[in-house]
């Protein structure tokens, strides 16, 4: 299964608990360096919280189930 895949099924398991705060996420891409990109939605995107969402939660999971992942990157 490719990598990208992977991010998407990975992506689709963290995603209820941020649609229930009103947010979401959107997959963007997978850097030829292995940092995934993604878009922060909803109440995701101007909350103080979000970057602990991102690498307590995004990155965390994604990490776990992924090795071949560096970082997590939210882009605009």
Do not use: W, Y
Request: aromatic fraction near 2%.
């Amino acid at each position: 299964m490719a990598i990208q895949e992977q991010v998407e099924e990975v992506l689709a398991k963290v995603r209820p608990a941020l649609q229930a705060h009103g947010g979401d996420v959107e997959f963007v891409e997978v850097t030829s360096e292995n940092v995934v990109k993604v878009r922060l939605q909803g109440a995701c995107k101007g909350c103080p919280m979000s970057q602990m969402t991102m690498t307590m939660g995004i990155e965390a999971a994604l990490k776990e189930e992924i090795p071949e992942v560096q970082a997590v990157e939210a882009v605009e």
